[in-house]
């Protein structure tokens, strides 16, 4: 999903590290997840089990695609998922410079729990909470 991520470089001025995670690795541990379109794929979404929550490691979407509800469908299969393993919270982070990124997750229910700098870029937290 590198084309996901490129207009992210200059923003953030570094490469997001999804664009360099190991993709085979995640699908072969389960934790990727993709959405097709046409035969195409269209978005994924790498989900990890933690003690109490869901975390939502990259959530990407091919950029010609954008806008047609395919995030929000990647958001609420986490949120189905984490249901189902009966884990009550969902956690991601984000680049502090992602601004829309931070607003849509805010639209989405998630509320943000700290900010900090780590491996040289200013991260934020979010967790939603998830009701019976």
């Not at 933690?50 to 990407?60: E, K, Q, R, S, Y």
Request: charge should be neutral.
């Amino acid at each position: 999903m590198e084309r996901a991520y490129a207009p992210w470089v200059p923003v953030t001025g570094a490469r997001p590290l999804p664009m360099d995670d190991d993709y085979a690795a995640r699908c072969e541990a389960g934790q990727a997840h993709v959405l097709m379109q046409d035969g195409r794929l269209a978005g994924l979404i790498v989900l990890m089990d933690f003690p109490g929550h869901l975390w939502i490691d990259n959530v990407a979407v091919e950029p010609a695609l954008k806008g047609q509800g395919l995030g929000r469908a990647l958001m609420a299969f986490a949120e189905a998922e984490a249901r189902q393993r009966g884990l009550p919270e969902l956690r991601l982070l984000t680049n502090a410079r992602m601004t829309t990124n931070i607003a849509l997750y805010a639209r989405l229910g998630f509320t943000e729990t700290e900010r900090r700098e780590e491996k040289g870029r200013a991260r934020v937290y979010m967790a939603k909470p998830l009701s019976g």
